[in-house]
């Protein structure tokens, strides 16, 4: 004889996010892309700077060159699109929380203008922090235990009456680990996300297996093929400078950089800083 066991409050999150992935139409492309350099530059950086803050920050560039993958599909009161004047990104990360390994969703907001060391800071706080000092976990913990009818609600309202707040409670795409100790996902990511980016966290000699799940009615295969192609090229051009000056590296040969030309990196890298703390207060 067997035993029933009520759903825990992870599993009540999960099973909430998988009733509405089940009713959108997701498709996925999947492709492997050769990041040899930044492979290098990130081992010898310091900190060292997660594959998928790497991907993050590319993608979200490629996000705001790109309005198609910015937008979302209402239902309510007829099928329209809506189009999220910034990036936010929902990553979704595994925390042990009261005995039990569950998922939590770790917000970041517009990450193509944070550098790479803010972005490492704050995931590293996401996974490290006690989960009841993280405002946006404690919110998930209490969002969870409200009975169903109120989450379903909740969800309802958010996707087809205000989907302007969507994006700071769900973001505009998602990002997830493909794959663990050689293991991948098959076909794609399930979420509520119009796009969701699923990366390899332990890429071999540099080729990382990067899968794009998306939402059919908003977009086609062709723009999601060119939005992979355009991560892979966000990711080993100004991704990869970035890198480098943590590093010390020149980043196009890979070569250890000499003192004068480590002075030019460094005044090249301000600059940057500071025109991104420009827009990011404009905006």
Known sequence: MGKRIKLSNGRRMVEDIIEIANKTPLAALAGDYDAGLVAKFRRHSRPKIAWNVLYMKAYACVCEQNPTLRRSYVRFPWGHLYEHQRNVCMMTIA???????????????TPESRSLEELQAHYDYYRKAPVKEIKQFRHQIQFAKAPKFIRRFAWWMLFNVWPQKRASHMGTFGISISGYKGCYGASHHLGTNTTILGVDPFPKNGVSRIVLTFDHRVMDATPVTKALQQLNHMLTTAIKVELAELTGFHPVTGEKLTEPELLEFKKARRTRRLEANRKRNAA
Do not use: M
């Not at 925390?95 to 907001?109: K, M, P, T």
């Open 95 to 109: 925390r042990e929380h009261e005995g039990e390994e569950r998922l939590f969703f770790a917000r970041f907001n």
